[in-house]
């Protein structure tokens, strides 16, 4: 138990479809990021959200999108499913203060698109 | 462009064996670097925070160094459950938190 759930574990969606994949957070832990795993690679960047604004973007287009709300909880929502978007999202929250912190992750969600 | 390096792809040894991951890395102002653990299917695991050139943390069977260029994650006598993906991260100073990943070691421990 990790103290960062996501959900769903799994999900298969079809080209062209929308999705919205789900991350809690412990209470206190204002910041959230979002990273895309493909097999075989390190995690991308995809963006931070902080008290519920976004403060950081990877180089993702703008069908890659998400919320964040006041409970610690968040969203990412993907539009225009592309198959090259199949892989392990992960969501991570910044834990620690000052200089010395860190990053939990989630288990992740496993998409598959077809 | 700021970019992270692991090496070996993959590693295989005996259990006992002791070795060394590494991981290069070229960023403008290092905030931190950050060693993690990813079993198949999960999501990666915290091991290690280093901060400045020097500086050295050890858990359990594992213990980090880092320079100016390059880490090192030492695993002394590892055993079967040691066997995961090793991952690098570094946070550049003016990189508005993002982690810019290495593509990962991957371990494994024969009995």
């Known amino acids: 138990e990790t103290g960062v759930t996501q959900s769903p574990t799994h999900l298969i969606k079809t080209r062209g479809q929308q999705v919205t994949l789900r991350c809690s957070s412990q209470?206190?832990?204002?910041?959230v990021s979002w990273y895309q795993q493909a097999l075989g690679q390190g995690p991308q960047f995809i963006f931070q959200y902080y008290r519920e604004e976004e403060n950081g973007r990877g180089n993702f287009p703008p069908r890659f999108s998400g919320l964040q709300f006041p409970n610690y909880s968040s969203e990412l929502n993907v539009n225009a499913l592309e198959l090259d978007d199949s892989a392990l999202y992960l969501c991570a929250s910044r834990t620690g203060t000052g200089g010395l912190y860190g990053y939990t992750f989630g288990s992740g969600t496993r998409l598959t698109v077809v | 462009e700021d970019q992270v390096t692991q090496s070996p792809e993959a590693l295989r040894l005996q259990e006992g064996e002791s070795s060394s991951l590494n991981c290069s890395y070229t960023v403008s102002g290092l905030r931190g670097l950050f060693w993690y653990r990813q079993d198949p299917g999960k999501g990666p695991e915290f091991l290690f925070t280093?901060?400045?050139?020097?500086e050295e943390k050890e858990k359990e069977r594992l213990k980090a160094t880092l320079t100016k260029k390059e880490s090192f994650l030492h695993i002394t006598a590892p055993k079967p459950e040691d066997s995961a993906t090793y991952l690098c991260a570094v946070q550049a100073g003016d990189s508005n938190y993002q982690l810019i990943w290495g593509a990962g070691t991957k371990l494994i421990i024969k009995p």
């Open positions: 209470s206190g832990h204002n910041t």
């Open positions: 280093l901060y400045s050139a020097g």
